[in-house]
């Protein structure tokens, strides 16, 4: 009986020691898991206020940029329309290229400002209700200037059972005017079709589909990225900001709604928005609705 209860009590010491040790070991990992949840928290704190600086930066520098680009335009403006008197051949082609430089360059700088919005969660939406015909018209009379070459048309089909649409149409308008003007940009002729479908009743595909130079496989994936520009023969000739369809992307998002892209090599590609019928809301107190955009 006493071998019994002695055995017992060493065997309760030796389990009262591996309880002690456990719990030792349990406390150290917990100071770990604590550490490690501070540092984490720690490089949020710095990644945002990156984020934030660099949200900033464009900020600044794109309104800095405005101001010069908007002389440069409208110098060039006074030139070509020679109220200082005539221009050479070789002048007038000069001031073409100046002027063509500085629009692109205002393109680049007006992308980057967006950008930056929306990366502060500047951005409000400010959605209404409003008929895919009214779009489409909108969109026409917007391109008809520019629309020079006659070995490329720009087709806009009729809406078949679209139902009006609820969401901010100067957001959509911003995503279709990037989709067209790449498709009019790596199209040397054919055409490019805008058109509008109704998905599973409750959402609405908008795509710009055209007869261009089409994109590699390879480079599908990462189209919708900062900066992002293809190496091909047309592009090195037709430079762009390579911040468009970032931004598509980005602003179709925030509109509850993705972007995404088919392409092949030598015969076209068809980049489309699909957004929801009605833009996910909040009402307010007084009945109204609204939005605005959150970081990310």
Known sequence: MTETVAELQQE??????QV?????????????VLALYAELDDNAHRLRDA?????????YMSHEFRTPLSS???????????????????QQKQVHFIQAAAGELTEMVNDLLDLAKVEAGR???????FDMVDLFSALRGMFKPILQSHSVSLV?????????????DKKLSQILRNFISNALKFTPNGEVRVSATLVDGDRVTFAV???????????????FNDFVQI?????????????GLSLSRKLALLLGGDVAVESTLGQGSRFSVTLPVRVPMAETGDGTAGVTAANG
Request: aromatic residues 4%; hydrophobic residues 40%.
């Open 72 to 90: 440069i335009l409208s110098i060039t403006r006074i030139l070509q329309d020679r109220l200082d008197g005539p221009l050479t051949d070789e």
């Open 51 to 59: 984020s934030d600086l660099k949200s900033r930066f464009l900020s």
């Open 123 to 129: 951005v409000t939406i400010s959605p209404a209700w």
């Open 209 to 223: 589909a055209d007869t261009g130079i089409g994109i590699a496989a390879e480079h599908v994936g990462s189209l």
């Open 231 to 243: 190496d091909a023969p047309i592009q090195k000739r037709l430079r762009g900001t390579g911040l």
């Open 156 to 168: 806009f089909e009729e809406p078949q059972d679209v139902p009006r649409i609820f969401t901010d």
């Open 20 to 32: 002690d040790a456990l719990s030792s070991e349990l406390a150290e990992t917990n100071q770990g």
């Open 12 to 17: 309760i010491a030796r389990l009262e020691a």
